[in-house]
């Protein structure tokens, strides 16, 4: 009876300790609050690389090059739909855009979608280039970090993100891989309404260095 009584007593710590919350290491937490802060102090920086995208009705690909400077931007993007350039010049209320022969100008959202089809938050996308969470956003959700302290992926403004390929800069570690996803489920005609894109950076450049 006593080893049936203690083998009962086993079982249940076991069950109980296996019931218990786990206790998480702050440390992968301490990190990521170090690099997030760290991160968000790069406003004035290049980047170069290919971005595509799919939407329901379009997608293509085009080799990307971006300055920021605070909330202004420069994009040019070569071959959007495999033919021509676009220049897009803005900041986080106003855009233009010259493509082809013919110049735009629209608030960013409806310029982003007029030319990818992707229903972009564009102020967002500075930060989520860097692999943080845009602060002009609804907070971020589903965060998950990696022990190093760095983003594997988080969901905001409705789109799924996920950053890979991090690699050591002189702004620190940034990512070298973007995608993201959203969607919307189908319209009245059962028409897809999923939009990704992805953004590979072959390059990281910082203002002060020129």
Not at 147 to 161: K, P
Not at 164 to 191: A, F, H, M, W
Request: with cysteine; net charge neutral; proline share 5%.
């Amino acid at each position: 009876m006593i080893r049936i009584s203690l083998v009962a007593v086993i079982i249940l710590l076991s069950t109980a300790c296996s019931m218990q919350p786990q206790t998480v290491s702050s440390s992968s937490s301490d990190n990521w609050q170090q690099h997030q802060q760290r991160i968000a102090q790069l406003q004035d920086w290049k980047l170069s690389g290919k971005l595509g995208f799919r939407a329901p009705q379009q997608g293509g690909s085009a080799a990307l090059k971006w300055t920021q400077e605070k909330d202004n931007y420069q994009l040019f993007l070569s071959g959007p739909f495999g033919v021509g350039n676009a220049k897009i010049v803005g900041d986080d209320k106003t855009a233009e855009m010259l493509y082809g022969d013919t110049l735009y100008r629209q608030p960013p959202k409806q310029l982003a979608m007029q030319l990818t089809g992707l229903p972009l938050p564009v102020d967002a996308l500075s930060w989520w280039a860097r692999g943080l969470p845009s602060p002009t956003q609804p907070a971020a959700t589903a965060l998950t970090t990696g022990a190093d302290g760095l983003a594997v992926g988080f969901d905001q403004a409705g789109w799924q993100l996920s950053f890979s390929r991090y690699r050591q800069t002189d702004g620190g570690l940034l990512p070298g891989k973007i995608t993201g996803s959203l969607n919307t489920g189908v319209n009245s005609s059962s028409e897809d309404r999923s939009y990704s894109f992805k953004l590979v950076i072959s390059g990281w450049k910082f203002l002060e260095e020129e």
